[in-house]
T-cell receptor, first 117, second 111 residues
Framework: EPEVTQTPSHQVTQMGQEVILRCVPISNHLYFYWYRQILGQKVEFLVSFYNNEISEKSEIFDDQFSVERPDGSNFTLKIRSTKLEDSAMYFC???????????????FGSGTRLTVV | GIQVEQSPPDLILQEGANSTLRCNFSDSVNNLQWFHQNPWGQLINLFYIPSGTKQNGRLSATTVATERYSLLYISSSQTTDSGVYFCAVKPTIGANSKLTFGKGITLSVRP
């Protein structure tokens, strides 16, 4: 069964440092997402990406965050200057379709646990 | 935005027991998924079920879209079923493609 692959599985970084979280979505999927989950809380939407541009973003996704699809397979989330409150599990997801079209299920990666110290 | 309510918030079962987890949502949806989050934090996709009934081994799910709820059934529970179960939905109306998650149901299965 096709998988969404995320690297690294764990990352520890110092406050103020930049981090890049990497994802390889399923190859024939067209929609890509980042979600985060602060420890003990529910999963929250950050951003969706389609046709090489952001299609929707949440209030959490401020100027410190950016996403990129640098090539045909990778999808990255960059946090420019990490804060303690950015510590969370970050999930990448992809889906075949989205928006107003008939949707299909989203496939989630295993997550990257980010710890900011 | 759409509201997703899951109940009960916590559930403790003896191994071998059956259980029903509920997800209510406030608007019409065209995507509903159930996930199991294991102790390592991974989100395991259990069902994509915007309507109807599906079964996979000891697990089954039913979504009654017209009444805006979904149920996840776990039969003959095992300790490995422990974890948090999330329901996530996408509303039919609107161009957005994001999933909105409920707060989850924490299941503990005791040997």
């Amino acid at each position: 069964e096709p998988e969404v692959t995320q690297t690294p599985s764990h990352q520890v970084t110092q406050m103020g440092q930049e981090v890049i979280l990497r994802c390889v979505p399923i190859s024939n999927h067209l929609y890509f997402y980042w979600y985060r989950q602060i420890l003990g809380q529910k999963v929250e939407f950050l951003v969706s990406f389609y046709n090489n541009e952001i299609s929707e973003k949440s209030e959490i996704f401020d100027d410190q965050f950016s996403v990129e699809r640098p090539d045909g397979s990778n999808f990255t989330l960059k946090i420019r200057s990490t804060k303690l409150e950015d510590s969370a599990m970050y999930f990448c997801a992809s889906s075949e379709m989205g928006g107003r079209r008939t949707p299909f299920g989203c496939t989630f990666g295993s997550g990257t646990r980010l710890t900011v110290v | 935005g759409i509201q997703v309510e899951q109940s009960p918030p916590d559930l403790i079962l003896q191994e071998g027991a059956n259980s029903t987890l509920r997800c209510n949502f406030s608007d019409s949806v065209n995507n509903l998924q159930w996930f199991h989050q294991n102790p390592w934090g991974q989100l395991i996709n259990l069902f994509y079920i915007p309507s109807g009934t599906k079964q996979n081994g000891r697990l089954s799910a039913t979504t009654v879209a017209t009444e805006r709820y979904s149920l996840l059934y776990i039969s003959s529970s095992q300790t490995t079923d422990s974890g948090v179960y999330f329901c996530a939905v996408k509303p039919t109306i609107g161009a957005n493609s994001k999933l909105t998650f409920g707060k989850g149901i924490t299941l503990s299965v005791r040997p």
